[in-house]
């Protein structure tokens, strides 16, 4: 939740005019209970969409992910008839499968870092491709995008507004 890309991308989507909602899962800093290895996580990104439905049942739903978070969004937009689209940030291929991607059917766009570490950019281009979304690489970059926040920042909002 207080990642820099993530910190970063939610002001740039409330610039843009979005309302958004950022949680930590289960086990993070303060929060109660464990890492459930992406199953609980995804129960609670559901129980946090779940609570914005019932807020504002008459806005769409968009799920921005990073990383492991962006697993979990694209767990749950698979599934969840709910969700709109999903921005996922920093895709850690080399730890994490994304089959999810290939049955989103839905929009979706990918910002990577283009030295990302805990990626693949070949295997990142390959899910975007899969499921017909659109990758945003930022050069000169790795997976937490050292210096580059606010350029990821400003595609995970342009990626979200073209959704729309």
Known sequence: M????IF???RELNRSGWSTLRFNFRGVEESE?????GRGEVDDLAAAAAWLNGIAPQSSLYLVGFSFGALCALRL????TTVAG???IGMATRHY???EAGRLGKPFAVVQGE???LADLDVVRNIVDAAHGTLHVISDT?????QRERDAAGKVAEAANAML
Do not use: C, I, M, W
């Not at 209970?33 to 290895?37: Q, S």
């Not at 790795?142 to 050292?146: E, I, K, P, S």
């Open 77 to 80: 937009g698979a599934t969840e």
């Open 33 to 37: 209970g464990g890492y459930d290895e």
């Open 2 to 5: 207080h990642n820099s890309v």
């Open 97 to 99: 499968g994304y089959e």
């Open 8 to 10: 970063h991308s939610d």
């Open 142 to 146: 790795g997976h937490l995008f050292q």
């Open 86 to 88: 999903v921005v996922a």
């Open 115 to 117: 030295h990302d570490e």
